[in-house]
Structure formats: C-alpha cells, structure tokens
Antibody, heavy 120, light 111 residues
Framework: QVQLQESGPGLVKPSQTLSLTCTVS??????????WSWIRQPPGKGLEWIGY???????YYNPSLKSRVTISVDTSKNQFSLKLSSVTAADTAVYYC????????????WGQGTLVTVSS | QSVLTQPPSASGTPGQRVTISCSGS????????VNWYQQLPGTAPKLLIY???QRPSGVPDRFSGSKSGTSASLAISGLQSEDEADYYC????????????FGGGTKLTVL
C-alpha cells in the first residue's frame, strides 16, 4: 500500500515562502499511474485543494492560489513538493499530500498531514 | 463558504441509518462524479466512496453513495460508534476556473 509523508517547517513568518515535501513509499511517482496532490485544512475548518502534479512535471493549481503556488516533482527521490509564497495568517493550516486528484479521479491515499503556522 | 453544501451536523443511535446530503450545481455534481471522505478525529481524511457509489477495498458495505442531478447523498446503515467522524463530499468543478471543490463537512455524532 502506498504511504505518503509530509515534511517541512512547522512555523513560517508572514510574507515568507512555505515549503513542504511529500515522500512517497510503496509506489513510484514515475509509474505515471496517478497524479499527486496537495490539500490543506485550516484549524477547525474544511478542506481546500491546492493543486496537483504529474510525474512529467505537468501541474494544475487551484485558481484562487495559482499566483502564489508552485508544485514540483523529484522522481529520483520519489518526492513532490509545495511552495506557497507571500504567506499570511490565513495560510495557517494542516497541509496534506495525497495520491490522486486528476479531474474526476479520487484522492486515494493521504499523508498524515503537517501543521504549518504562519506567525512572526 | 464552500461550493458544495452539506449540513454541518448529523446524528443517530447505534444500529440506525443516517444520510448526509451534498448539494452542488451543474458545473460540479451535475457534470462530474462525487467522492466522499471520512475524517476520524485527529486523523487525515480517508477515501470512503468514489465515482458516486463505489467503495474502495476495505470499506464496509454499510456505507453507500448515490447521486441525482446536482445533489448527492452518503448513507450509513447499521450505525456504529466508530463511525463518529467528519464527512466531506467532493467533485471536480468544470467552471471557468476549474478545480476540485469540497463540501464544508458534516460532523456525525453517534448518540
């Protein structure tokens, strides 16, 4: 079974860039069978899809975040990453990486999530 | 304000059948399939139902999904205490700014 694990700083200062990495085990990003997504959940609130990447590097982002988001992939390390620039307190959330998320395809497996707090 | 509308809460007693609704529009539920996710307290969401009514391997058949027009429903029969969780519906939205949209979530309490 595929497992995903998020990693990165738990505290980011306002106006800086949030950077997270998702390490995939039990499956290969390079197989091309799935897209790979990032989703976030502010404390006590609902889910918001951030975007996805394919092993080829093709990406698609939530239009509401598009100007600040970059998702990249490193197939040699079986990892994909998220960068969110110019963060504010509103970006404080648990960030999840997940397998899936292409249009119409479900998010099959999720990482455990990592809390990122934006504060000075 | 979520694009898909769910009731904020639902409840039932053990053994009962409960349903959770999810209302959308022609650009999301009306033209795409619906997925449901279960989020147990303090854990990550887990895929519960995909393609409107399909259960991933390992999901009990007590859980079922349906879709009609621009609305979808999740039904849980034979309610158990371990079903107490937050439930989210999701669908791809084909509007000008296409992306995944979620419901606001329904907190299910087993009385």
């Amino acid at each position: 079974q595929v497992q995903l694990q998020e990693s990165g700083p738990g505290l980011v200062k306002p106006s800086q860039t949030l950077s997270l990495t998702c390490t995939v085990s039990g499956g290969s990003i390079s197989s091309g069978d799935y897209y790979w997504s990032w989703i976030r959940q502010p404390p006590g609130k609902g889910l918001e899809w951030i975007g996805y990447i394919y092993y080829s590097g093709s990406t698609y982002y939530n239009p509401s975040l598009k100007s600040r988001v970059t998702i990249s992939v490193d197939t040699s390390k079986n990892q994909f990453s998220l960068k969110l620039s110019s963060v504010t307190a509103a970006d404080t959330a648990v960030y999840y990486c997940a397998m899936g998320g292409a249009p119409g395809a479900p998010l099959d497996y999720w990482g455990q999530g990592t809390l990122v707090t934006v504060s000075s | 304000q979520s694009v898909l509308t769910q009731p904020p809460s639902a409840s039932g007693t053990p053994g009962q059948r409960v349903t959770i609704s999810c209302s959308g529009s022609s650009s999301n539920i009306g033209s795409n399939t619906v997925n449901w996710y279960q989020q147990l307290p303090g854990t990550a969401p887990k895929l519960l139902i995909y393609s409107n009514n399909q259960r991933p391997s390992g999901v009990p058949d007590r859980f079922s999904g349906s879709k009609s027009g621009t609305s979808a429903s999740l039904a849980i029969s034979g309610l158990q205490s371990e079903d107490e969780a937050d439930y989210y519906c999701a669908a791809w939205d084909d509007s000008l700014n296409a992306h995944w949209v979620f419901g606001g979530g329904t907190k299910l309490t087993v009385l």
